[in-house]
């Protein structure tokens, strides 16, 4: 529990910049500057303590480092201005560690200005490339003036054991090490965390996208963005509708109907799957599917019709699990039709043509828990399937046509 309280009190100081606006990025770098300047809070108290002992002015330096970034923080939780709480964390070490050095020794002088070289670090890490540049010159400008005034600054003289001294050229070197790894990792981290989550959006949006268009016609789309329409001379189109769904509704709960509904067409999009088929849209409680688009097959018709038996089969089978009754008519034509995408925040994939619209008049004009076809489609299905002639349809536009019912397998076919 401890540990989770701590591991808590971290993440909420490093989000203390957080604004709502901010995008991941923005959180990330946020996040990584809070965390260096609040471990550089606690090592430079520490060290400053240490300091005080037997070099009292290296250890006020150090201090008021930490002090500065204190106050750096608490004024960025306040006012979220982490511009300016970046320019104050920078200056300070920059700055601090020169200051550090020039009241302690020569010996240690080139461990100490190390830590300046986090400005420039810090610079290129969080605020880009012109501005690491900038740092970088002032780094360079500080490192010539220590190097000018470091022999004429009159120093106290240290009681600090040979011991510690010699133990803390190699602390200070292997503390800046941690700190620029640290701000490398922990930006690295998030940022492979970032692309990591991005990869998976953008699989999620694969799929999102096969979910609503055919995956040749997605793929045409990502390449060559436009209007996609294609001539198709030869397909079989089936429509199929629930008998009864509009009354049913009225009498049950709409969980449960949405529920039926969707259990339903889920079996029908395994059933369209299975005969390698193309779900065009479900309307309320019809459903399309067709064969031969948009990858040409010459065996289209069957392939519906196969799949026109199991939706029968299927539909049964869960009237009788859900205790309900249900049934489903089903139109199926053949021929010629255009397809395309229309669309452009909503895509859908859709069918046109006397094909499309003379099998949705087989399915509207047959029988309950009958399979509808045409002259068309039937000559396609005589040699593997049980045909039997219905007699004449009235369809719009196109007069008397004469239509069968697709009734079974013929047993040569079947077996």
């Not at 070099?55 to 500065?68: Q, S």
């Not at 200056?91 to 461990?111: K, M, N």
């Not at 294609?230 to 629930?242: G, M, S």
């Not at 309950?368 to 219905?390: C, D, M, N, W, Y």
């Amino acid at each position: 529990m401890a540990s989770e309280g701590v591991a808590q009190g971290l993440r909420r100081l490093t989000e203390i910049g957080f604004l709502p606006q901010d995008s991941d990025d923005v959180r990330l770098r946020k996040r990584v500057a809070t965390a260096v300047v609040g471990c550089g809070v606690v090592f430079t108290a520490a060290e400053g303590l240490l300091h005080l002992v037997w070099t009292p002015y290296a250890g006020a330096a150090l201090l008021g480092m930490a002090v500065v970034w204190t106050w750096s923080l608490l004024l960025l939780a306040r006012n979220k201005d982490v511009a300016a709480f970046m320019r104050v964390a920078m200056f300070t070490v920059l700055v601090g560690p020169f200051l550090v050095a020039w009241t302690i020794g020569a010996e240690h002088v080139s461990a100490l200005q190390l830590w300046g070289m986090l400005a420039p670090l810090g610079a290129a890490t969080f605020s880009g490339r012109a501005a690491a540049y900038r740092w970088l010159g002032a780094y360079a400008v500080m490192f010539g003036v220590s190097f000018a005034v470091e022999r004429w600054l009159p120093r106290p003289p240290s009681t600090m054991p040979d011991w510690l001294c010699g133990a803390m050229l190699p602390l200070n070197m292997i503390t800046f090490a941690a700190f620029a790894v640290l701000m490398v990792v922990y930006l690295v981290g998030g940022r492979e965390d970032a692309l990591t989550a991005l990869a998976r959006e953008h699989e999620r949006s694969e799929e999102l996208l096969l979910n609503i268009l055919p995956g040749p016609i997605a793929e045409r789309l990502k390449q060559q963005p436009g209007t996609i329409a294609d001539k198709y001379d030869d397909v079989t189109v089936l429509f199929a509708d629930i008998v009864g769904f509009t009354q049913l509704s009225a009498r049950i709960p709409p969980e449960k109907l949405v529920h039926m509904l969707n259990d339903i067409f889920t079996e029908f999009d395994r059933l369209a799957e299975k005969h390698h088929l193309e779900k065009i849209k479900t309307i309320g409680d019809a459903y399309m599917v067709v064969g031969g688009v948009p990858t040409p097959r010459g065996d289209h018709a069957d392939a519906v019709a196969e799949m026109a038996l199991d939706m029968l089969a299927a539909i049964r089978s869960r009237a009788d699990s859900l205790g309900e009754t249900l049934d489903v008519r089903i139109g199926i034509n053949s021929g010629p039709v255009v397809a395309g995408v229309i669309g452009r925040k909503k895509f859908i994939y859709d069918l046109w043509g006397d094909a499309v619209n003379i099998a949705s008049r087989m399915e509207s004009h047959g029988m309950k828990g009958s399979i509808q076809v045409s002259e068309a489609t039937s000559e396609r299905l005589q040699a593997r399937f049980v045909l039997e002639p219905r007699g004449t349809i009235d369809v719009k536009g196109k007069g008397a046509m004469p239509t069968w019912l697709l009734t079974g397998r013929r047993q040569s076919a079947a077996a």
